[in-house]
């Protein structure tokens, strides 16, 4: 029996910063065929049949309140405040009905996150016009076509928005038809456009009428899954399923409602934790959303600490290496400090795990420069959950822990090969895919529970009641040639823990062989350091350096002692030379890695390290 952690089961919240978290018992129950059921025991509260009713709300409230700012060409704060906003949207909710855009003809959006992509897209939610923003890395950072053709082909869409004409001419060329209207804000898209600034200035004469139209079952947008095993589907997004979500996170945090939340988030509007999480915690609750325009990496993570420093969040949400590098920035920089923790409330991460050396890290530099600890808050969700079905808020903090079903999600735990599916129901689960009506078939068990294919377990199988911890996606579990079963995910987690700070990620080969193998994507300005070469040694040399080489030698060493038998004893590892590849589709805009995707375009390089003959693309450790 697994017993729970002792610093978890003793977490002493006197230590940490005062915040409203629920706390609502949860009821969990195991029937005779070794299913088990969790759910809240709070009801969930009322909540619009709109998403844009929260836009009406505040503009009656706080018309003046900023809702969303980004820095302009000239360095300052542009901001969008909540009247505003709710013109723009009626402007642009009508020019779009009179095109008779619908959910046959939906409106997509090309740009990445940026206040007219916010304009487009409160237009269509408050007209009841769908649409489907597109991840950047299938438009304008693309040079192959075929995923955004994928889209257009499936969509259909009655209008193509992309605020920078000229980033997206060769999408647009290559992927969208002639005859579909495309609207810019600048730059050459290389064939006729409308100006946006022509739908704005559309004068409302039926918009309000179709917005009362809309109701909880109306179609919000489309979110193209990742694709991970086939191509993408479009997930059917519900107004009720966005206003439901930020209930159940409301009542999970109600800190969110004490005062206007203020955020600070670059992550990106194409997937549903930035989207529709993020965007709807500021909107939901008559808060500001201050876009931003850093990302998580060596180069541009100095614009989010720029920004940090004229932006207080209450609440900051970020990927694992974006928590990383901002508590290293966070132990340099006092003033960085000061202003950073002067309102906040809750840390968030979401799309990876966060290893318990950074999570510690985190803790100790919070405490050291602010007095306190700030929660650490995390979750289990999903595009087809809208994304929320679990989070944090029980007596455990610990890296891997996703927590307790929020008010009105029914969890039902299912034993799929070996191990605890977690499959959801409630308010907040897709209808189904776009068009797909086998995929959306095979989405949902006979109880109407979407399975999500994400492997869980009992923090402490003796006590249910505290929660669940992740325990990796069923579907990347694979067998050796013996027969055994290795579990992916708990295997990746020990090895980026272990690696820490000389390890992005690591992908687990060895499917139908004798034994497991690694394919490591080091972090190559934490190992050019480790390496002791100048700033220009390339990465060959860098991983080729022998401090480099005997760290992760005895890294294999430290790791296969604990190791219980083939299935976690780990035989080789290949540092590769290569960063994985966004528009490869090997890792996301969120920075996860889809560990099919890389096995299959790095398969000779797989092949090479069991042969133990690489060459270019990698150094061999073990084997």
Known sequence: MTQLPTTAATLDLSRYRPVRVGSAPVRVEADAHGVWRLASQEALGDYPDRITDCLVRGTERHPERTLAAQRGADGGWQHISYRQMLEQARAIGQALLDRGLSAERPLMILSGNDLQHLQLALGALYAGVPYCPVSPAASGAATDHAKLTHFVRHLTP????????????????????????????????????????????TVPHSVDAANAACGPHTIAKFLFTSGSTKLPKAVITTQRMLCANQQMLLQSFPAFGDKP??????????????????????????GSYYIDDGKPTARDFAVTVRNLKEIAPTVFFNVPKGWELLTAALQDDPDLCRHFFSQMELFFFAGAGLSQAAWDALERVSEQHC??????????GMTETAPSCTFTTGP??????????????????????????????????????????????????????YCSGDAVRFVDPARPELGLM?????????????GTFVSVGPLRARV???????????????????????????????????????????????????????HFSQLLTQLNATATGSASRIERMLLLEEAPSVTAGEQTDKGSINQRVVLERRAALVEAMYAGAVGAGGLLVGG
């Open 496 to 550: 980026i823990s272990a690696g820490a700070p000389y390890i992005q990620d690591v992908v687990v080969a060895g499917i139908n062989r004798d034994s497991i193998g690694l394919l490591v994507f080091p972090r190559m300005d934490q190992c050019q350091l480790l390496s002791g070469l100048g700033a220009d040694a390339d990465a060959v040399a860098v991983l080729s350096s022998a401090p480099v080489r005997n």
């Open 396 to 449: 455990v903090m610990m890296a891997g822990y996703v927590g307790l079903p929020a008010p009105a999600c029914e969890v039902k735990l299912v034993r799929v090969d070996g191990k605890y599916e977690a499959r959801f129901r409630g308010p907040h689960v897709m209808p189904g895919y776009w068009r797909a009506p086998e995929a959306s078939a095979a989405a949902f068990d006979d109880e109407g529970y």
């Open 158 to 201: 009655g209008m193509i928005y992309a605020t920078d004409g000229g980033a997206c001419a060769a999408a647009l060329a290559a992927a969208v038809p002639d005859e579909v209207e495309v609207v810019t804000d600048r730059g050459d898209a290389g064939r006729a456009v409308t100006p946006l600034a022509q739908l704005l200035a």
């Open 470 to 482: 992740f325990d990796g996606r069923i579907a990347e579990d694979f067998k050796l040639s013996s």
């Open 261 to 286: 939340p203020v955020l600070l988030d670059w992550l990106p509007w194409s997937h549903t934790f930035g989207g529709s999480h993020n965007v709807g915690i500021a909107l939901y609750n008559g």
């Open 371 to 380: 007095g306190q600890r700030i929660r650490i808050m995390a979750g289990l």
